[in-house]
Nanobody, 128 residues
Framework: QVQVAESGGGLVQPGGSLRLSCAVSGRSSRDYTAGWFRQAPGKEREFVAARRWSDSSTSYADSVKGRFTIPKDRDNAKDVVYLQMNSLKPEDTAVYYC???????????????????WGQGTQVTVSS
């Protein structure tokens, strides 16, 4: 049984940074695509970023490009991937979800329906 669990959310001031973690357990293969999505109150869930480890392909939403990254390095011992968020803005406030999928083609990275496993989400609040 594959399980996905996010952590690292919290309250941060505008311009600050946070690093979210996504622990993936129950998989024998670590060649997957990890995606991050977010949902703000009253809004639909939206794509944030994704990385496919087989070839290091990445994709970022325009709203976070240059500020957020999924580092190539992950904690292989624990199979943890990260979302590094810098220069945070109030509009980044949302519940952030990690999702894992197999054999995603690049054009599917932004499609939440293509991911197989999801975490429960972690709240990120950007406010002064």
């Amino acid at each position: 049984q594959v399980q996905v669990a996010e952590s690292g959310g919290g309250l941060v001031q505008p311009g600050g940074s946070l690093r979210l973690s996504c622990a993936v357990s129950g998989r024998s293969s670590r060649d997957y695509t990890a995606g991050w999505f977010r949902q703000a109150p009253g809004k639909e869930r939206e794509f944030v970023a994704a990385r496919r480890w087989s070839d290091s392909s990445t994709s970022y939403a325009d709203s976070v490009k240059g500020r957020f990254t999924i580092p190539k390095d992950r904690d292989n011992a624990k199979d943890v991937v990260y979302l590094q968020m810098n220069s945070l803005k109030p509009e980044d406030t949302a519940v952030y979800y990690c999702a894992v999928g197999q054999r995603l083609i690049y054009s599917s990275f932004r499609n939440d329906g293509r991911y197989d496993y999801w975490g429960q989400g972690t709240q990120v609040t950007v406010s002064s």
